[in-house]
């Protein structure tokens, strides 16, 4: 099974950036497609982006799009989500997933979790 573990999370202004990192331990990492979901206060937990398991192919909300970047480097089992122009409305515990696919990253539940990473974006 695989174990998600969030970090780079912060304060920041908007109009700012901050970089996420999700660092993965098991065997199999490099089988699945990893993304970011973020949940804010009194909101259901939604979808942010996604990226195959070869990096090939990634999904990004609307609401992120042009923002933020989603890579992955499999030699150090870790997923990166570099977010730029940040506005208040970013502010959310964000999580790393994992699923079988992109599709199914941006449209069901994933199985897998970590546990969050604060991002408050403040003016």
């Known amino acids: 099974q695989l174990q998600l573990v969030e970090s780079g999370g912060g304060l920041v202004q908007p109009g700012g950036s901050l970089t996420l990192s999700c660092a993965a331990s098991?065997?199999?990492?490099?089988?699945?497609?990893l993304g970011w979901f973020r949940q804010a206060p009194g909101k259901e937990r939604e979808f942010v982006t996604a990226?195959?398991?070869?990096?090939?192919?990634?999904s990004y909300a609307d609401s992120v799009q042009g923002r933020f970047t989603i890579s992955r480097d499999s030699a150090k089992n870790t997923v990166y989500l570099q977010m730029n122009s940040l506005n208040v409305e970013d502010t959310a515990v964000y999580y790393c997933?994992?699923?079988?696919?992109?599709?199914?990253?941006?449209?069901?539940?994933?199985?897998?979790w970590g546990q969050g990473t604060q991002v408050t974006v403040f003016s």
């Open positions: 990226i195959s398991w070869s990096g090939g192919t990634t």
């Open positions: 997933a994992a699923g079988a696919n992109v599709g199914l990253l941006a449209t069901t539940t994933p199985k897998s």
């Open positions: 098991g065997r199999t990492f490099s089988r699945y497609a």
